[in-house]
């Protein structure tokens, strides 16, 4: 028996809502690249809207997405508290916009293949951008987009910003 329904855990959603221009705000565990713990606890939300295209290659979906996000940290483990590093300087900032950047990047693309790979489903529209290709209703169902959507390969470029505001102590 086909299983026609799928489900996604909460970082593939918040992955798609990402994608889909529909995240408010989201708190995420990401790796800690100062590693005073394992992970530090973000606030991430949408800073612009998620900048999506679509070309063919070779006939092939190939889809784009420009992220740009803005984080704020919410808390770590008592150990980064009484560590020495100082979590907003300049050069420990940029490290954990990298990790956070590698870490949704990473995510991103795993949630993305998942749904044209084992989904078949164009949930966040796509198709949308890839219409203007298609002069005609009837070249657009010749084209098939579902059928063809389930071999798209992708370009992600997650962009974080972190912004200080919140303190712990």
Same mark, same amino acid.
């Given at each position: 028996? #086909?299983?026609?329904?799928?489900?996604?855990?909460?970082?593939?959603?918040?992955?798609?809502?990402?994608?889909?221009?529909?995240? @408010?705000?989201?708190?995420?565990?990401? %790796?800690? %690249?100062?590693? @005073?713990? &394992?992970?530090? @606890?973000?606030?991430?939300?949408?800073?612009?809207?998620?900048?999506?295209?679509?070309?063919?290659?070779?006939?092939? %979906?190939?889809?784009?997405?420009?992220?740009?996000?803005?984080?704020? #940290?919410?808390?770590?483990? &008592? @150990?980064? #508290?009484?560590?020495?590093?100082?979590?907003?300087?300049?050069?420990?900032?940029?490290?954990?916009?990298?990790?956070?950047?590698?870490?949704?990047?990473?995510?991103?693309?795993?949630?993305?293949?998942?749904?044209?790979? &084992?989904?078949?489903?164009?949930?966040?529209?796509?198709?949308?951008?890839?219409?203007?290709?298609? %002069?005609?209703?009837?070249?657009?169902?010749?084209?098939?987009?579902?059928?063809?959507?389930?071999?798209?390969?992708?370009?992600?470029?997650?962009?974080?910003?972190?912004?200080?505001?919140?303190?712990?102590?």
């Amino acid at each position: 028996m #086909i299983n026609w329904f799928g489900e996604l855990n909460g970082l593939e959603t918040i992955c798609h809502m990402i994608v889909s221009n529909n995240l @408010d705000t989201s708190i995420l565990q990401i %790796p800690n %690249p100062l590693q @005073d713990s &394992e992970t530090i @606890d973000i606030k991430l939300e949408l800073k612009n809207k998620t900048n999506s295209k679509v070309s063919f290659v070779n006939g092939t %979906p190939y889809i784009e997405c420009n992220i740009d996000l803005k984080i704020k #940290i919410l808390s770590t483990t &008592e @150990d980064s #508290i009484t560590s020495k590093s100082n979590y907003f300087d300049k050069q420990n900032s940029e490290l954990i916009e990298q990790a956070c950047n590698e870490y949704l990047t990473k995510n991103i693309y795993k949630y993305l293949y998942k749904i044209c790979k &084992e989904y078949k489903c164009d949930i966040d529209g796509f198709g949308k951008y890839a219409l203007k290709y298609f %002069p005609t209703l009837d070249e657009w169902n010749e084209y098939n987009w579902l059928e063809n959507f389930e071999n798209s390969f992708f370009k992600i470029d997650v962009d974080s910003t972190l912004e200080s505001g919140y303190s712990f102590i």
